[in-house]
């Protein structure tokens, strides 16, 4: 399988707990997106990196949240001190062409 | 602010008819828009897209349309299939983002 993958697909933590989330993209893929997904809500743009550049971070991105990616390959989104309002799907995608994103299955995030 | 606006959160239509799925938006700066495609349980799926410079794009069953005077573009399936009950997302590009609308669930009847 030569597709975008997610490692974990759940992971349920106590408030105050760091967590990490990795994204293996397509391999010659250079760009690779993180995203956030609500319910009932469609994937909210997080930050972008071009090669292990991080080239542009949303403002729903709070100084909590960090993400990577060291040498141009997988990538890694951290959440320090979770909160409630963090339980969401977390989704990366990868691209070699800007408009045509590869999705992975998401991480599923519940903070309890 | 919501730029890009699916505004029918649900579809149902008989297999073998044609789906149309809706979406607006807002900014003119747009240069692609999208349609993604979701299961439950597994990320979105990209399925056409189509420049602001064109009207039509047409790929197998899927033809998307833009009317970017009206600011408003549409997906078109034809003959609908069972396989095609999902949540499907209009987004349009802008720079190096994609925005996302909140989708709009298609079932295909029997």
């Known amino acids: 399988d030569t597709g975008v993958s997610q490692d974990p697909r759940h992971k349920i933590t106590k408030r105050g707990q760091n967590v990490t989330f990795r994204c293996d993209p397509i391999s010659e893929h250079n760009r690779l997106y993180w995203y956030r997904q609500t319910l009932g809500q469609g994937p909210e743009f997080l930050t972008y990196?071009?090669?292990?550049?991080?080239?542009?971070k949303s403002r729903l991105l709070s100084d909590r949240f960090s993400a990577e990616r060291p040498k141009g390959s997988f990538s890694t989104l951290e959440i320090q001190r979770t909160e409630q309002g963090d339980s969401a799907m977390y989704l990366c995608?990868?691209?070699?062409?800007?408009?045509?994103?590869?999705f992975g299955p998401g991480t599923r995030l519940t903070v309890t | 602010d919501q730029q890009v606006k699916q505004n029918s959160p649900s579809l149902s239509v008989q297999e073998g008819r044609i789906s149309i799925l809706n979406c607006d938006y807002t900014n003119s700066m747009f240069d692609y828009f999208l349609w993604y495609k979701k299961y439950p349980a597994e990320g979105p799926t990209f399925l056409i897209s189509?420049?602001?410079?064109?009207d039509k794009n047409e790929d197998g069953r899927f033809t998307v349309f833009l009317n970017k005077s009206a600011k408003h573009l549409s997906l078109h399936i034809v003959p609908s299939q069972p396989g095609d009950s999902a949540v499907y997302f209009c987004a349009a590009r802008l720079d190096d983002k994609i925005i996302f609308g909140k989708g709009t669930r298609l079932h295909i009847l029997p």
């Open positions: 995608a990868s691209s070699l062409i800007l408009h045509e994103q590869y």
């Open positions: 189509i420049s602001s410079i064109k």
């Open positions: 990196f071009q090669n292990e550049a991080q080239l542009e």
